[in-house]
Each structure stands twice: as structure tokens, then as C-alpha cells.
DNA sequence: CATGAATGAGAATTCATTCAT
DNA sequence: TATGAATGAATTCTCATTCAT
């Protein structure tokens, strides 16, 4: 979506006039945000954002989708796991899930308005797409919980999909909200409170859809 | 918050521009929402807005807290059930709040969009009071569950409170989504969904958390 | 020029409205000057004001007249001494004058700045009314001046308007901007301040423009 | 203090904008002076001029600015003389001086009302160090004539200053306003009644302060 | 392609004046 | 007459987008 001038650009400045959009929208949101401020903060010239994006509303639309495939990205190679059980996966790989929160702040917190709906129509392509992925995800845990036979079945997917996205991203968001408190690379304690919450969660989970 | 001039109108007035404020608000967000629009939809002129409120800020601010006052008067005068167990409380009471849905759609949606942080840093006064009213209300509703033994007691009340509002929350997001689609008074039909979810999620809950 | 009605006001109201108009001009000039202001700090409504007057323009033209009517009344009283010299009119009564800047400084004020041109066209008429009474005085005390020989003769009236005018009004600044500098009635000490520097005023211009 | 965008202008660009600033805000003052009728007058847009400047005031301020140096240039170029005699100094030079004030009536006129006070608060701090410079200036020429032995010793600096400023503010006034009056380059004749008026000023001045 | 000055539509805000009570 | 809410014309200021260099 972006125009070619933009994808003929070097890796890293791409990245930065990436990253220079998303801390914007991030901070002011998709109205306040200043092209002008995106142009310095990327060490670009305000015209140059013009020949890589159409306009301010293309711009924003590829952040959220630049976002989003830098995670794909990054937990495709951390966590190949598709057919674990609902309860492991919240267990295995936690620490790595966690040590991303704390590289990539902004990331995170973009990502997390942009599904938080705070973009409203704006994102909503690119937000539907994602939370597609993320559902199709979510039931597939959901169907090998039931071909092992964990997870009661007085319940149907749909009421168990939404009670397994109400605990889990609420549990997520307040993890995210410690790592944002902590500053560097979290320390051996601050990994076993979140691992300690991580599993309390499971267990609360586990107790109200288990078998 | 407002101006003396505007505590002075008639009630009908004020309803009227709280109302075409939050509907502009709602629609358009806080930064392409017009002061002229509001005045007009309220039947003022544009000026009168000004004499009401300092400015579009105040104007915004004063809309959250007008919304959350008309809940609470609502719920208030439906719901005085302090002592009530966690799990009874969404079962009590439900069609009524269900009808409040379906007759306020606007201020449902809008104070939706405030708690879920849509507005950002705009309303976080007005909107942490706003949390730190309705968690004084779930701890409660906790600490009734402990007294009467229907709780776990191997979780603290933090990670109970995390749990109880991840479910609470999706599953009125559900409903409220679900009211949204229906048109004019629910039907029989449409209560009878809506209360089997209440009780799938009751369900999950106190697997989850009971004892 | 104020309307009828606002003649028949009393006394008392009419000075705290005068005073009202003046202090706002005073302190935010004409444009910036509010009427809700002026009538709140008059103790009326802003409509009142309206009754009147005509509009802020002719408040303002009538605030001016007051202003100079107010020191007409009072100086006249205080120094009807028509044939005096020139160099003695300003150390006679020279006392009651400060007084009077001490008393009234917002008058004072006021009418300095209507004086300096800082209202432009707006204070024209009266202004012009206003320099074309002072001029008068003046040309009589230099009239005066001539006849007793105590005024060079080289010099025509117009030159000896102009460096008299320039003397008096700079001294006169001076005094005025200490006269606020104090508070309350001025001291002993004072008014031998503000007298040695009459009577080094009088020293030049006795020099200069003396025989 | 305006953007670094309006010092990269060309200088005609600069000229014309603030030549159109001066003539705008010496016509109507600063609050009725509009935007875009200086932005017309300067053949630029409107936002240009907010390219250039954060606002209103800051426009003004410089303007203000501007109109100094302007004159701080073309008077140092014409009258590097600094260790003068007092009453040579409005003598010599005063031709080229009169030309100015026909050449640049506008300058003049705006340099002389924020001298005078008319924008009130808004100059002070320029017009402040404008003042600080002339007085700097004169009290040089006073302490040259104590040196000489031409002025009278038995009043203090601070008094001759009240004097000498009070008597050649006015003769300054009296002539600007007659150069006005003048169109295009003056006649012999006009020169010779600035003159004459310069010389009656002097003769004031020395019989005034001299010794 | 990069740059950054120019543009002007669009919105917020002010406040003198009117007018119904 | 007094009051003060209502009005809307008038102005400032913003910033996405264009375009000449």
C-alpha cells in the first residue's frame, strides 16, 4: 500500500520513518498526530512522507499493518508451537513473550490500542485481519483442549472463546503495564512475579473451562 | 464543571446539549467532533456553547461525567443489592439492565469508549474515578464471596479482581454488541439469549474462582 | 450622550458605572475591554449598560468626558488663579495637586493615556476639546508671561508652547509615576521630593525660556 | 524570535511582510490589525505568515524590532558622532534626519507611537531596551557637556535628562508631524522652517541647561 | 527523489449587541 | 427598567497537502 519509492528505500530507513509514525500516533493519536513531527523524528523532509504514502490515512494504515508483521515476525520464530495445550502455552515461552514487552514498548502499545479499538474505524481492515489471526488461533487451542479431552463440554466454542479472551487479555495488559514500569532488561525476580501471575491465571482458567 | 450560565438552563436544554454532545463525541471522536454541529443538534446557537462551557475540552469532560451520573442514577435506583453474592449479581436484575441498553444505546456506547480508554489521556480523571468506583464495587462483591466461603482462598484479591473483570467485561461487551443489532423493546426471545450468556459466563466464573 | 435613562440613575450608581468603564479601559485598552466586565464591577447587569449607552464606543467617549469633567470640577476649585506667572503656577497648590494623583491615580491614569494619544481616533473629540482648554491656559500664562517682562522676547508664542509643554508634561510623568509608586497619603518626605523637582523644573524653564 | 523560516526568505519577501505588518498595526492598532490583510498587503498567504511567526504578537513584537534596527542602521550610517557637543548635536545632521522621516513617514509614525506608549504592554520589553539605548545615548551627551564646561552644574543628571527629553520629544513631534504634512522630497523652504524651529529648540536648550 | 515554503479550507473561540421575561 | 441568556459575525490559528526548485 505503501507507493514504490517507499519499499525502494534502505531497511533502515524505512524502519525509522516507521517507527518515527508509530510513536506519533501512539502518543497524539491518528488526529493530533503531526506529519511534520513524523518527517523530523524519521530525519526526512516533510515532502518525502509524500512520496511514500499516498497520505496521512495510508501512512497510519501501514503502521498498524508494519506493527503487526513485526510481531508475526518475531513470535512465528519464538513460539512454533500449534498444537499445545491451552494451558501450556500461557507457561512455555512466557519469559520470551515478556522480554519483548520490554524491547519493543511501543510496539506493544501501539499494537495494543490499535485491537483496544482506541483508532476506531481507521484500523479497522487491518484490526479485523488481526483479530481473525488471533481468534483462528485462539479456537484451535480451544479444539485440542477438547480432543484431549481438558476442557468441559457443557459449554459451546463461543462462550469459551470469549471467556478465554476476557481473562487473557486482561491478565496480558496488566503484565504489560509492570513491564512498562520496569526499566532495562527485567530482572530474575521480575520474571517469577510475572511468571507467578502467569500462573495463577492458568489456574483460574483451567479451573473455570477445565473438565 | 460547566458555567453557572449553564446550571441555570431548563432541564430539558441541558439534556439536550449533553446529549447532542455525547452523540457527536460518540460518532466522531473527540478532535472531528464540531462545536456547531453539537449547537445545532441541541437547537442552540454555537455561541450558547461557549456561554455554557469554557471550551470543547470541558464540553467533553463534563459529557463523561454527565453519562456516568445518569448510570449511576440508573443502576442506583435498580440495583441496591450491596451485600449481594458475586455470582447472584448478574443473574438478579438482568432484563432490567438489559432494557437500559436497549434505551440508551448512545450513552452505553459512549461510556463504553470512555472506560476502554478510547478518548485517552482526555477523560482519565473523570475515567479513573470511574474504575476506582466500580472496583471499591467488585472487591466488594469479592470480599462477600470470601465471607461466605464461596471463593477459593488460595488466590489473592488482586488476581481475583483481574480475573472477575476480564470475564465480567467480555461478556458485556457481547451483550451490549448483541443489544446493539436488536431494534425498539427486546423481544422474549432475545432476553432468554442474552440470560443463557449471563449464565454460561456465571458458570465460568464460579468454576473458576468458587471454590 | 449617555441615554436619558442614564441620567436619572443616582449618583451613586452612576460614578461606580463611570468608574467601572474606566478602570477596564484603563486596564486593557479599548478593544479588549469587556462590557460584561465593566458591568459586573459596576454592580449591573451587562443589558443595563445598554440602557445607557449606545454602544461600548460612546461608554468610552463618555468615560473620557467624565474623566476630564471630574478634574475640571476639581482643579477648578482648587486653583482659580488665572493671571498667575508662569513660573509660579506650578510650585503654588503644587501639594494638593499630588494629593489629588494619590487620591485618584486610576483617573489619573486614565487620563494621561487619553492625553498621550494611546485610544488614537477614538478619544479625537474630546481629546481635541481637552489639549485645545490646556493650550489655552497656557498661551494665557505666557500671556501673562510677556506682559511682566519676565519672558524672553526672541521667541514667538507657538516655540515657547512647544518647550513649555515639553518641560511640564515630562516633569509631570515623573511625578505621577512616583505618586504611584507610593502608597497611602504621601509623606512629609514626599512632597519635599516632588517639590524640589517642581522647583528644579521651574529653574529651567525659567532659564529657558526667562528673560 | 521569528521561525527559522522567515530568516531564510529572501530579503525583498522579509521587507514586504514586515513592511505590511508595520502598516497594518500603526493603522488600526494591534487588536483590530487582521492577519490577512497584512498577509494580502505582503503577497503571501495567510499561513504563511503563521510559517513565519507562532502568532499575532510574536508578529508585532518583531515588528516592533524590525522598525529599531531599521533606524539603529540608517542613523548609526548618517551620525557616528558620538562624543558631540549637546546642542551641536540636533544642528548637524538635521537635513539628512528630515529626509528620513519623509522617506519612511511609516516607520516613523510606528516607531513613534510604541515610543509613546500607545501599544501599551505589548512593546515593553522592546520598547524598554529602545528607551535604555537613548538614554545611554543622551547621558553621554550630558556627561560630555559637564566636561566641557557648557552645561549648569547645579542640577543632577537626572534632572537634566527629565529636561532635555521632555523639550526635544516635543520639537521631534512637532516636526514629524509637519513632515507628514509635506508630500514628496521637501522644499528648500521646508528645510530652512525645520531648521529655524531646530535652532529656536537649542537656544532653549542652552539657555535651559547651559551654564 | 528530496526538500521545505506556500497554500487555504476548516475549526475553535470571542464578545458586542439584542431581546424576551 | 433591569436582567442575563442567546446570537452569529468576525478572527485567529492549524496543518495536511501541493509543488517549484
Redesign the pocket.
Known sequence: MPK??FN??DDD?KERVMRAAIGEFQAHGF???????I?QNA??????????F????E?FIYSVTWALEYFMKVIDRQTPLKDMDVYDYFLSGSRERFKLLKREPLLVAFSMDVVSGKYGSLAKEVNSELNRIGEEYELKLIANGRKRGTIRDDLDDKTLLLFFQGVTEKFTTEIMEKAEGFKYEPTEEQYCEMESLMRKMVSLLKQGMGR
Not at 43 to 52: E, F, L, M, N, R
Not at 54 to 57: G, I, L, R, V
Request: proline content about 0%; cysteine-free; hydrophobic content about 30%.
Open positions: 514504490r519509492t525502494r528505500l530507513k488526529e493530533k498526530a503531526k506529519i511534520e513531527v518527517a530525519g526526512v523532509a516533510k515532502g518525502s512522507i509524500y512520496q511514500y499516498d497520505d496521512k490515512k501512512l
